[in-house]
């Protein structure tokens, strides 16, 4: 599956704003944009009910005062947590948001969605699965369509089945054993690489297979400027404030 125009932006926020919100909230999302950025990146795991909704870690102790996993929990009691609090004094309250929350603000304000799918351990299939087919159906008639990434290629392989005609691309922490061959079977649009992988090889070798190069998390101006002579096509980034998006 290769894309005929690459209808996204160089620069994305990471979790909505970084470092500077609590990462994966709408309040997060809303100061990304406020600093001009077009394109977000965020996390999206399943509850044990079934609703896709926006969270970074498996488990809730780090970003809300909740405990255990996350996808173990029905909405209804997520939605209760405080997201904000972890943070700073001035998020205290500010909940998880669903999926489509999300999603239906990018809609209406015409920003574009980087979504990771993160799943619980052991949910990996049916994470992609559900998130491929909710992302269809919010993004039905809209011009241009999330681009869906993750580690796991049983979800990027449980989406593509579900909803072949959304874009995807594997996201890479180190360049494990078979990585090529797997990004081309799920017809990936996009390698997403830990920055410090890419070199000019390994950019030429993406590009000659008709994918396009991004990197996370890119915080320092010197490796942008790295990514940037390497001809990559996209740059996630916490530094939302020191970064101008083009």
Same mark, same amino acid.
């Given at each position: 599956?290769?894309?005929?125009?690459?209808?996204?932006?160089?620069?994305?926020?990471?979790?909505?704003?970084?470092?500077?919100?609590?990462? +994966? %909230?709408?309040?997060?999302?809303?100061?990304?944009?406020?600093?001009?950025?077009?394109?977000?990146?965020?996390?999206?795991?399943?509850?044990?009910?079934?609703?896709?909704?926006?969270?970074h870690d498996a488990t809730l102790e780090r970003t809300t005062n909740g405990v255990g996993f996350g996808g173990d929990q029905p909405w209804d009691?997520?939605?209760?947590?405080?997201?904000?609090?972890?943070?700073?004094?001035?998020?205290? #309250?500010?909940?998880?948001?669903?999926?489509?929350?999300?999603?239906?603000?990018?809609?209406?304000? #015409?920003?574009?969605?980087?979504?990771?799918?993160?799943?619980? /351990?052991?949910?990996?299939?049916? %994470?992609?699965?559900v998130v491929a087919r909710w992302a269809a159906r919010i993004w039905a008639g809209v011009q241009v369509p999330p681009l869906l990434t993750s580690?796991? /290629?049983?979800?990027?392989?449980?989406?593509?089945?579900?909803?072949?005609?959304?874009?995807?691309?594997?996201?890479?922490?180190?360049?494990?054993?078979?990585?090529?061959?797997?990004?081309?079977?799920?017809?990936?649009?996009?390698?997403?690489?830990?920055?410090?992988?890419?070199?000019?090889?390994?950019?030429?070798?993406?590009?000659?297979?008709?994918?396009?190069?991004?990197?996370?998390?890119? +915080?320092?101006?010197?490796?942008?400027?790295?990514?940037?002579?390497?001809?990559?096509?996209?740059?996630?980034?916490?530094?939302?404030?020191?970064?101008?998006?083009?």
């Open positions: 599956m290769a894309m005929q125009q690459w209808p996204y932006p160089r620069w994305i926020a990471h979790r909505g704003a970084g470092k500077l919100a609590p990462e +994966n %909230t709408m309040a997060a999302f809303r100061l990304g944009a406020a600093h001009g950025y077009r394109m977000f990146e965020c996390d999206v795991k399943l509850s044990a009910d079934g609703v896709p909704f926006l969270m009691q997520l939605a209760r947590l405080d997201a904000g609090s972890w943070h700073s004094r001035g998020y205290v #309250g500010e909940p998880l948001p669903t999926f489509e929350n999300l999603a239906r603000w990018c809609i209406a304000n #015409g920003y574009l969605l980087d979504i990771e799918i993160k799943p619980t /351990p052991g949910q990996e299939a049916a %994470t992609g699965d580690f796991r /290629p049983e979800s990027l392989q449980a989406a593509m089945q579900a909803q072949p005609e959304l874009p995807r691309g594997l996201l890479l922490d180190t360049l494990w054993d078979g990585w090529f061959d797997i990004a081309q079977r799920l017809q990936c649009v996009a390698i997403v690489c830990n920055h410090a992988l890419w070199d000019g090889k390994l950019v030429a070798q993406v590009k000659d297979a008709g994918m396009r190069c991004l990197s996370y998390t890119v +915080n320092d101006e010197w490796a942008a400027q790295r990514l940037i002579d390497l001809g990559t096509d996209g740059i996630v980034t916490d530094r939302v404030e020191l970064f101008a998006p083009d």
